[in-house]
C-alpha cells in the first residue's frame, strides 16, 4: 500500500493529493454513521421525546440488495384542523448520512402515508418520527438486515 501525502501549499496541490483528502472526507463521514447521529438530527427536527405509537412503519425484515429497500410509513391520526400530522421524519441510523426523508402534511392531505425506496449501507434501523399539530411526538423503527450494501453493490 502507497502512503499518499497532500502537502499545504496551494501550488503543490496535485490530482492526487485532492483525491486523497476527498477520500479522507467520505472515510470521515462514514466514521459519523451512528445511531447518535441519527437521535441527534431527529432531535433537532422534533422537540421532545416520541412515544412508541400510532406510527407503522413497513419495511422487509431482510433487504437482498440495500439500494432499493421499499418502505412505507403510515400514521394512525385524524387530518383535521383540529387534529393532523404536521411533519414525518425519516431516519436510517447506519448510513453514513442518517436523514432519509422530511415530509410535510397539512389537513388536506386526508391521510398521512408514505411509500418510497431507501438506500441502505449495512444493517441498521430505519425510523420514523411523526409531529403532531399539537406538538405531540410518536415513532416506530424497525431493524433492515441488509445482505448486499447498498453502497456499493
Known amino acids: ?16 493529493g485532492a483525491l486523497a483528502a476527498i477520500v479522507a472526507v467520505i472515510a470521515a463521514r462514514q466514521a459519523e454513521a451512528t445511531p447518535e447521529a441519527a437521535r441527534e438530527w431527529l432531535a ?20 437482498e440488495n440495500g439500494m432499493a429497500v421499499p418502505l412505507t410509513v403510515s400514521v394512525d391520526s385524524e387530518m383535521s384542523d383540529k387534529s393532523y400530522v404536521k411533519a414525518l421524519y425519516i431516519a436510517a441510523d447506519g448510513n453514513p448520512n442518517p436523514p432519509v426523508a422530511i415530509y410535510e402534511f397539512t389537513p388536506l392531505a386526508g391521510k398521512a402515508e408514505v411509500a418510497l425506496r431507501v438506500k441502505l449501507s449495512q444493517t441498521q434501523n430505519l425510523i420514523a418520527v411523526a409531529e403532531m399539530s399539537d406538538g405531540t411526538l410518536y415513532r416506530a423503527s424497525r ?3 441488509v445482505t448486499i450494501g447498498g453502497c456499493g453493490g
Do not use: F, N
Open 1 to 16: 500500500d502507497e502512503a499518499i501525502t497532500m502537502t499545504t501549499t496551494p501550488s503543490a496541490l496535485t490530482r492526487r
Open 143 to 145: 431493524e433492515v438486515k
Open 44 to 63: 433537532g427536527l422534533a422537540k421532545g421525546t416520541p412515544q412508541d405509537a400510532k406510527v407503522t412503519l413497513k419495511a422487509p425484515e431482510i433487504a
